[in-house]
């Protein structure tokens, strides 16, 4: 009986002898080598990426949280009566209280946001808190700043640290005229 292998097969059979072509140990060893260099390529690459995503996520969170209190401030002053997933009374705004409201109210509706660099935080999204420590890195912070203002702030890389920080990132978003 005579089977008939491709080539590219390591070992052909033939007619009742058996032959094996086999890799040396030289050439497994290079093999092998070769491919935990390019392993090792790839788990510094794919560190890279996922810190650059975890960066970016975080600058979007960051900045979603301060659109989302402006556009539902504005939504008070179209008229409407209650903003933030009625969170948020707006026949409150103007008194002085307003600021703290509208961060309780902010905290409240976007409880849903995660930490990318935590994703079982119970807190990414806090009215006050810490920012300049490493351990802080991902979470939102939303303070009262003035009676018109409020401060969002971020560390979105360590090292973290206080404010002028390239990792820190902070806005203020104006709530009242």
Known sequence: MILIYPKSLIFVISNKKTKYRAFTLIELLV?????????????VAYNGYTSSAKKNASIANFKNVAKYISNEVMKCEIGESKVMNDNLDCSKKGTYNWPDDVADATVLALSDFKNPYDSNASAPLTKGGQYWYDKDVGYVRVHTETVTQLEVLICVKTPCGSKPNPNVYHTLVTIDD
Not at 31 to 43: D, K, T
């Open 31 to 43: 093999v092998v080598a070769i491919i935990g260099i390019l392993a090792a390529v790839g788990v």
